[in-house]
């Protein structure tokens, strides 16, 4: 198992220093940069205006040299310097990934179960009315865009119904502490992380159904019957458990992008998390701060893909035998 | 008998109702929307729309300007010009001091003067032909020219020329001053907390130099990314200002009829954004006289307000804005003729080549308009198929010059030579700017007319031309004007005298109070 770490973990890196310098090149490719961009912004700008900025930014040095800088600060574990935001980028990233972990965190553990346990529940009744509504449900989500859905659940949560703030992270200038503070958040949580976790939910829902009626078909299925266990215990310990492996799969998709998937959901529901700091970097041509959120999400990505093969470990112990 | 009491009382009722309305009560929390977010506060450094929005708040100017561009009083309580129009002397308000308590004097003027040329492209333009700046004593400033510049008593608003304090950046690097991210200016409020992608907040300076202002205790900027939930955050109460061009266009009427909601499209005449279309003069049919003229023939800028601005701005009929200085109604020419632009078009030899239209990537409303423009276009037989970029892309392309026909807008800051000659004159031809001659016109005529202008001392000599300089503009029709636009402010009626000066919200919450 430390072997198998170790070599996992060594190859990771490897891809990451990939990542960086395919990004790098990239992210060059898109017309315009960051000088012109702020330029633009001023509504005003002179050549000199220009050519101090793109020397801030470091623009100015040949390519392989921008290139070889930035690998060796990477290598330093320093992300480098945000010009735009005159702030450190570890930093700006720092601070948004809280918030954008709280929202995929709780759309994730929301989507995981209800989305497990509706199938399972589902696979149970297959073909009965509990299936069919649970199936009809599970769809509707799996096809309606997901800034649709939060723009009406805005307008149907917050603006006529008000039960729910329509935006936000928490109540700006409110002054809550300790635990109304908690509370507070959480009241801005329940729309965002919702509208992100149905997508997922029902992603699961029909995975675990399907597997699940798959495995239900099988011979230790009968065998466990023939032994006289009970329904509930059959389906619990026989056929979810090897039915969640592709479950285990999808979710290790889904945890690689807790860091950087949300954009929708963050801006419309103006939640300040990273999601939103990245598309306002692209838009911005902010260089250093793309490539430091690209960083972070595909450390994440890899990190999970190892979780997730870890699990698979776990849950079927046939595939510690096999490598 | 009966009618004259009942009148009367009428009167004395509408009476009390305007004493208790106009009597201004301290206090209060602002909550207005700022989009984008702004890249930072530091208005000496950064020159952009959010920027100033919020900053000028914390920063001044010399002088403020009424909606009919009257210079008033800021930093500056009088003012006087000499009489060959070189020299301009300022006596400063006595008692402003900085958000850290220390005063304002002379000194940081002269020092901003200095910072300003070297960060602030548009100060350079109008510090130009300044050869002295001098403190006699510590609350009068001099500044004396090389040559006469009408619009000089016109730059000194707080985003043209912003006070920077001499004690916190002199000798340092202005760039990299941690100061930058705790802006310190004079203004009526003081920067307090920043909570990146959520809200800036502002709090009252109990200091300010003028007596009793400010009147509210906070203002609280929310950062609110998506277009419909800003217009949400204004409809369930969230925030109650929503300055121009915080939501879409198609959500004003519904906004603004809302109960208890404001709306004023005053506040802009200093900026006067003007939007036309660059028309590529270098290469390909838009060099051609006739076919450019033939473009301005075949739009229907009645529609364009109407429909995609629904009812809000003005046709644009020449390169100066209604609101700036020397406007001359009686010099427009091109209507919506679509034969008269079938014929020029035939004049001038177009054989039907596709052009490139690129619209400004802002947001739904002029992606409507494009399609709007390139349908006049088609109506009479020009064919163009729209590029799609995004704001980078756009400034990489129209300073690049990589366009047949590009939409923009520009503020003219209240006077042709400020905001006006820089996209007609030929020195102002330079790759790398978006906000220059873009369409590569030149014509030594209007070259000549423009200097003449911005040096004549008297303001009827600079009527009369500008009024040659524009009559020969509009018949070359390097650009085809389109609409003088408007940004409508929309508050909740209880936010009084919010907007009270050409600049509008740019201009601060300094006379601001709420209702209650």
């Known amino acids: 198992m430390a072997l198998f770490l170790a070599r996992r973990l060594g190859k990771g890196i490897l891809v990451l220093l990939a990542i960086v310098v395919l990004n790098f090149f990239l992210i060059r490719l898109a017309p315009g940069d960051p000088a012109l961009v702020m330029a633009g912004e001023a509504g005003a700008g002179d050549e000199l205006y220009v050519a101090q900025l793109r020397e801030k930014f470091g623009l100015d040095q040949p390519l392989p040299l921008q290139l070889g800088l930035y690998l060796r600060s990477i290598l330093s574990l320093d992300l480098g310097y945000s010009v735009r935001q005159q702030m450190p980028v570890g930093r700006l990233i720092l601070d948004r990934l809280p918030a954008t972990l709280l929202l995929t965190g709780t759309a994730f553990l929301i989507s995981l179960t209800l989305g497990v346990a509706l199938g399972a529940l589902a696979a149970r009744r297959a073909g009965r009315l509990a299936d069919t509504a649970i199936t009809a449900l599970a769809l509707l989500f799996y096809a309606t865009p997901l800034f649709w859905v939060s723009l009406m659940a805005i307008i149907v949560f917050s603006v006529r119904l008000d039960w729910l703030p329509a935006f936000g992270f928490e109540t700006v200038g409110g002054g809550y502490t300790g635990l109304a503070r908690a509370a507070d958040i959480a009241r801005h949580l329940v729309l965002p992380s919702l509208t992100l976790g149905l997508f997922f939910m029902a992603v699961y829902v029909r995975m675990t159904r399907a597997s699940m009626l798959e495995v239900a078909g099988l011979d230790f299925v009968k065998t466990a019957r023939a032994k006289g266990l009970r329904e509930g215990t059959v389906q619990r310990r026989h056929v979810l458990r090897n039915a969640l492996l592709p479950v285990v799969t999808l979710a290790g998709l889904q945890a690689g992008t807790l860091v950087g998937g949300a954009i929708l959901t963050e801006t419309v529901f103006a939640w300040p998390g990273i999601g939103r700091l990245m598309y306002e970097a692209l838009l911005q041509r902010d260089y250093n701060l793309l490539l430091g959120v690209f960083v972070v999400s595909s450390a994440m990505v890899l990190l999970f893909n190892l979780v997730t093969d870890v699990i698979y470990r776990v849950v079927d112990p046939r595939i510690e035998a096999a490598s | ?516």
């Open chain 2, 1 to 516: 008998m009966v009618r004259l009491i009942v009148s009367g009382a009428v009167v004395l009722l509408a009476l009390a109702g305007a004493a208790v309305a106009q009597a201004p009560k301290p206090g209060g929390v602002a909550n207005a929307v700022i989009q984008p977010e702004p890249p930072g506060l530091m208005l000496g450094l950064l020159q952009n729309g959010p920027t100033q929005m919020v900053a000028g708040n914390i920063y001044e100017g010399l002088l403020r300007y009424s909606e009919t561009l009257e210079p008033k009083p800021g930093l500056a309580e009088s003012w006087t010009v000499g009489p060959d129009g070189k020299t301009y002397t300022f006596s400063l308000v006595k008692n402003a001091t900085w958000h850290d308590g220390k005063p304002f004097t002379a000194a940081d003027v002269l020092f901003s003067v200095e910072f300003l040329k070297q960060t602030h492209p548009r100060a350079r333009g109008n510090m130009a032909k300044v050869t002295s700046v001098a403190a006699p004593d510590p609350h009068t400033v001099v500044f004396t020219l090389s040559e006469p510049f009408g619009p000089f008593l016109g730059v000194f608003e707080v985003g043209s020329l912003p006070m920077i304090p001499k004690h916190v950046y002199e000798g340092t690097d202005y760039k990299t001053n941690p100061a930058n991210n705790t802006p310190i200016g004079t203004g009526p409020f003081m920067f307090k907390e920043w909570k990146k992608g959520s809200f800036i907040r502002l709090v009252k300076n109990p200091n300010y130099h003028v007596a009793g202002r400010p009147y509210l205790d906070e203002i609280y900027w929310h950062v609110i990314p998506d277009a419909a939930s800003r217009a949400v955050a204004f409809e369930t109460g969230k925030v109650d200002i929503l300055p121009g061009g915080s939501v879409e266009n198609f959500d004003v009427p519904r906004l603004s009829q809302m109960k208890g909601a404001c709306v004023t499209g005053k506040g802009w005449e200093f900026f006067g954004p003007h939007s036309w279309l660059w028309l590529n003069n270098r290469q390909g049919p838009t060099a051609n006289k006739a076919f450019r003229q033939a473009v301005s023939y075949a739009i229907d800028r009645d529609f364009a307000r109407d429909v995609i601005w629904n009812g809000l701005g003005k046709p644009a009929i020449g390169p100066v804005s209604s609101s700036t200085r020397f406007f001359n109604a009686k010099l427009g020419q091109y209507s919506y003729d679509p034969a008269k632009a079938k014929a020029l078009l035939k004049q001038s030899g177009y054989k039907g080549e596709t052009l490139r239209l690129l619209p400004v990537p802002y947001g739904e409303t002029w992606q409507r308009w494009a399609e709007a423009v390139k349908q006049n276009l088609e109506d009479v037989g020009i064919k163009t198929e729209i590029v799609a970029t995004d704001v980078a892309g756009w400034n990489q392309k129209t300073s690049e010059w990589d366009y047949d026909i590009a939409f923009t807008y520009l503020y003219q800051y209240g006077d042709p030579a400020l905001g006006v000659a820089r996209n007609y004159i030929s020195s102002q031809i330079a790759k790398g700017s978006p906000f220059n001659n873009v369409e590569g016109y030149s014509n030594p005529a209007v070259d000549k007319g423009f200097a003449e202008a911005a040096v004549a001392v008297s303001p009827a000599e600079r009527q009369a031309l500008y009024d040659g300089v524009v009559k020969t503009v509009i018949e070359d029709a390097p650009v085809a004007w389109l609409l003088e636009l408007q940004f409508p402010t929309i508050t909740r009626c209880k936010v009084k005298d919010l907007v009270t000066t050409g600049i509008g919200v740019n201009d601060g919450f300094r006379d601001a109070w709420i209702e209650r």
